[in-house]
Structure formats: structure tokens, C-alpha cells
């Protein structure tokens, strides 16, 4: 886990502001001393879990312990957010007393009980919405794709993290069954397999191996995280031999690892080429994409699927500039695992960083679908975007 000396200034200056509010209001209120020192215990506790989680744990190949820190969030927003409301709306309830000269405590009273909801909230997005698997079905419609295809099912899933699931197959087992029942024609991995280390994926093979889909075809790609840039190792080498282990499991699993590479289809007798890059990186991950050599002797007028695992790749290098390339499928987002998704209205946080975050894009002729991925990321919860499997279906758009 990456967890930088800026945002560990960020998250002790919101801790020390709420907890020396307390403590003073505490002290005002003839609170034994020892109760008020007890009340700064968790913020002591949560800068000495970060202190360790930056300086320590990045230099141990243990997923375990990753993955066991996250919770270190949860509980984090457990504690602190109630506090940080509460003390928003006692203010807010101070300033409305003397713009009307009242004495109400009513927002005060309302800022608790908002407090405690927005607790609620968390305890949802994590008992009940985290490992919440459901399927969603999306029609791409174009006169692009090739009558020989019309119908194609694809069925995409990424961003499994399985480091974070710890084991806990019971997850892949839902996914298994989702995926089956939807009788596809071929089945995307969008990357994101892992968190850093290659004996995440131990274990799991009987379960991936158990996808099914009509052709039989199965293709995959890295996404950031399955390089391992996310922790210190002892040397290059160490990085890169974790790094070719991963890719090994992951064919291992059943899939047809793409890096920067393309393979053509057949069906009904027109072709498409499945073209699959390596992480594009937008700024904020590492780059090892290349476009031009996975396109490399493929034939400029045949139609073609791109499997990008950043969705920034599309207006990078694909829009307008590879007309070819009909539909574009990525991850990544997780649609910052929090949001609100209904019909035409969308929000989330993820929409300050990417433009294409959750669900169906185009421009012209061409098209883009975000996959919100089955697993989490730094904290374990989703709350209103619950994971997710997507089944793209192919229509040739009638005249």
C-alpha cells in the first residue's frame, strides 16, 4: 500500500483538530483527566499505524498484512466522522443563534444523529454492498461492428485485487456462477489482478479456471497494479521476476495475457482483432503502453476491440486518431468505489480524475465501456456502486 508523508499530514490534521475540540470541551466540562487523555489514544494509535504502513510494511512481500491494514481506514471513518459532523453543524447551530437570536440546539442534535447515519453508511457499503456481485448488460450499438459479429456477448471483469479478498473464495464462486449463467462469447480481464505480489493469485486457479464462454477465448491485461509499483523491492530484478511470475499465473488461470499485442477472431467468417496494451499511464501510474506496436501488421480497415486497462488511454490515443478501434474496454476506476449511478444522473468522486469513470461513452463511431470491477482498493467498501459484471453485447446498428 502507498501511502505518501503529504496525506499523512492530511489525515492527523483532520484527527488533531476534532479530538483537541473534544478535549477541550471535555476539560470545560470537568471531565477526568485520565478520560480525556484516553480520548487521544486512537489518534496516537492511527499515526502510529501509518508511520509503520510507509516505513515498514512497503518493504514486506506480505499481502496478508496489506490487506489487513486497510481496515485501518474503516475504522478510521468510524471514528472520525461522526466527530468532524457533529462539531460542522455545532458551529453552523452557533452562527444561526445569533443571526436570529435564538437558543435552539436543534442542528446540533441533527448534526449527532447525521454523524451516526453517516456511520450507518460505511457499515453498509461494507457488510452489505462490498462483495455485492451483480451483472449488467449493455448494447453497443454501431454500424461499425461486422455483420459476422452481430450478437457477440462479451463478458468483461477486472480489478479483483485478490490480495484484499485474502483467500476468501467464496467471492470467486459467486463470480464463477454470474459468469456462466450469462453463456458468453468471450470473456475480458481487464487487469488489476493483484495488488503487487505474484502469490496473491495462489490458490485461485481452480476457481478462474472454472470460466466458461462459447469460444473458449479468454484475454486479459495488465493493469498498474500487477507490476508491483506499489511497494519497495530490494532490487530491479527482485521486481521484474515478481513481475514475469505474475504474468505466468496469469496465463495459468486460463487467459490469453495480451502485452501490447493483437489477435484476430473469426465468426460467421469476418474478422476482428482484439487488441490488448499494457497500463496506459495518465499521469498518476506508470506507463508501459504501446499502441503502435500492438498494432503493429494489423490491417488498418479491419475493425477492432481495444482492451486499455486505464480509461484515459481512449481520449489519449484512440479517439480520432485510431478510427479502427470501434470499442474500447477498460477498468481501473472502480468508480472511486463510491457514488450515486442511476439513469442519467451520476456522481462520483472518480469524475475529478477521469472523464470516462463508470458504464457506456462514445464519440462518433466509437465507444467506450469503464468496467467498475469486482474488488477494492485501499478502504474495503463500496458504497451506492456495488461490484460489478458487465455483459457487452454487439449490435449492427440497422440503416
Known sequence: MALHIWLIFLLVFFMVLPDSWFYKKMKQHGFYPWFRILSLLPLVFF?????????????YGDYHLTSLSTWVFIVLSIVYIPKITYISFYYFNRWFNRLFK?????????????GLSMTAIVFYGLIITNNNFYVKHQIIESDEVPIGFDGLKIVVIGDTHLGN?????????????????????IIFFTGDLINNYSNEIDGWEPYFLKLKCNSGKKYAVLGNHDYGDYTRWKSDEEKQINLEKTKVKIRSLGFDLLLNEHRNIVRNGDTITIVGVENFGSGHTHNYSDLPIALQNTKSDRKKILLSHDPNHWEAEVVLSQPSIFLTVSGHTHAAQMGWVKRNFQISPASFVFHQWDGLYQKGDQSIYVN???????VPLRIGVPPEITVLELRRKTK
Not at 102 to 114: L, N, Q, V, W
Not at 165 to 185: I, P, T
Request: overall charge positive; aromatic content about 18%; glycine content about 10%.
Open 372 to 378: 467498475r470491477g469486482l474488488g477494492v482498493v485501499g
Open 102 to 114: 435564538t437558543s435552539t440546539r436543534f442542528f446540533r442534535y441533527f448534526g449527532f444523529i447525521i
Open 47 to 59: 499515526v502510529l499505524v501509518f508511520l509503520y504502513i510507509r516505513f515498514v510494511l512497503r518493504y
Open 165 to 185: 479478498w485474502n483467500k476468501r473464495h467464496s467471492n470467486m464462486e459467486k463470480v464463477v456462477r454470474l459468469v456462466n449463467e450469462e453463456n458468453g462469447d
